[in-house]
C-alpha cells in the first residue's frame, strides 16, 4: 500500500506540474498575442505591405520609378522616415490616407533633407515641397518645418529626387492603390 501510495503522489504531482504548466504557457501565450495586437494597432508593428513602386510621369513619359516603403497606420505615419539616417535614390516612402484632404507634414526627428510630394485622388501632384532636415537646436515640428498641399497620397524621396523628375501638375502611379493605373 505504501509503494501505491507513493505512486499515486507522484502521478498527481506530476498531473499537477503538468496543469501548472499548461496554464502557465497558456498565461504566456496571451500577454505575447496581447503584445502582438497593441504593437500591430498601434503601427509600432507593420501589417502593411512592405513597399510599392510608385512611378513619376512627365507629359505621359515614365521620368522615375520609386520603391516606397508604405506607411499606412497612425504610429507608421508619425515615425516616418525618422527612424532612418539616409535614403537613397530611387527609394521613399508613401503616406496613404483614407481620403483627400489638406494634409500637413513635418520634419519630425528627421536626419536627412527630402523632397515631400503632395498627390491627390486623381494622381496628380498638387505640390512639392524641397524640406530640409531640423538644425541641431530643433524638433523639426517649428513653423518653418509644416509642409501642406491637398493629398491623399504624400511620397517622400531624397532632396532634389522628386524635382529633378517632375512638377506640380504631373502624374503618378502607385501600385495597389487607386492611383495604380491613369486614366
Known sequence: K???FKSMTRKREHTVKHVLSEKTGLYVAGIVLSALIILT????????????????IDNET????IEAERAVSPGEKYTGLSKYDTLANGSGMIFIHDTEQTQTYVMRNMNFSIDMVF??????????HSADKPAPNENGEEQHHRYSGLAKYILEVPEG?????????DAVTIENTNCSTLT
Open 62 to 65: 515614365e521620368q522615375a520609378v
Open 161 to 169: 529626387y522628386a524635382t529633378k523628375h517632375v512638377t506640380k501638375g
Open 41 to 56: 494597432t498601434t503601427g509600432v508593428l507593420s501589417t502593411s505591405a512592405d513597399t510599392t513602386e510608385v512611378t513619376l
Open 119 to 128: 498627390i491627390n485622388n486623381d494622381c496628380t501632384i498638387t505640390a512639392i
Open 2 to 4: 505504501h509503494i501505491t
